[in-house]
């Protein structure tokens, strides 16, 4: 792995840039050969962004500043990313989705289409909190987001959760559990308090 410019991302065949893309030349590709970063048509890819090798933006995608996509992430067609977002890599955000400024999302999450995800939200994987020991990484899961959820600012997911469809998540909500379809949690932990408004 070697981070290069992207003059020199392009030349080495490790990025892909599409029609009318934008790409700010303050952007660093983290290339392996044979694994090259996509840009879609008509996408804006801010200052200081970092993108890792198989990250795909689809058509119509926006980056803010200092983003940072890890390897084999998927952006949908329509989504914007707020500056300062760390997605962590094997992930996948579906179409006309935002995600606000400081969200750190964890390795494997997948979203659905038309999330909207607040100022710093955080989202976790790690049951047991392996990092850096021996062990199984079997135990590491992602939540899961469907279309249309919406998680306020703050708010926390910890592994292995589900947010159903049309659900709300409240503001600084510490999210433990699933989520049922179109309901409101807030609290710490969250707990419904009624159908999503």
């Not at 065949?13 to 790409?23: D, P, S, T």
């Not at 940072?68 to 707020?82: E, N």
């Not at 964890?106 to 976790?124: E, K």
Request: aromatic letters at 4%.
């Amino acid at each position: 792995m070697l981070t290069v410019s992207v003059e020199q991302a392009l030349d080495s065949g490790w990025l892909v840039v599409a029609e009318h893309a934008r790409i700010d030349p303050t952007v660093r590709v983290v290339g392996r050969p044979g694994h090259p970063v996509l840009v879609g048509e008509r996408c804006l890819v801010r200052s200081g962004c970092v993108l890792y090798w198989d990250v795909v933006l689809e058509q119509s995608v926006s980056l803010g500043h200092g983003v940072v996509l890890r390897d084999s992430t998927l952006i949908g067609a329509g989504s914007s990313v707020g500056t300062g977002v760390c997605v962590e890599g094997d992930a996948r955000i579906g179409p006309n989705c935002l995600v606000e400024t400081g969200t750190v999302l964890t390795r494997g999450i997948a979203m659905g289409t038309g999330v909207f995800v607040g100022v710093m939200v955080c989202t976790t994987n790690d049951r047991e909190i392996l990092y850096r020991r021996l062990g199984d990484k079997s135990n590491l899961k992602a939540p899961v987001i469907h279309d249309r959820v919406r998680i306020g600012s703050h708010a926390v997911l910890l592994p292995g959760v589900v947010v159903e469809a049309d659900a709300f998540v409240a503001a600084g909500a510490l999210v433990t559990r699933d989520v049922p379809r179109g309901k409101l949690v807030m609290g710490m932990p969250a707990a419904i308090v009624g159908d999503a408004p």
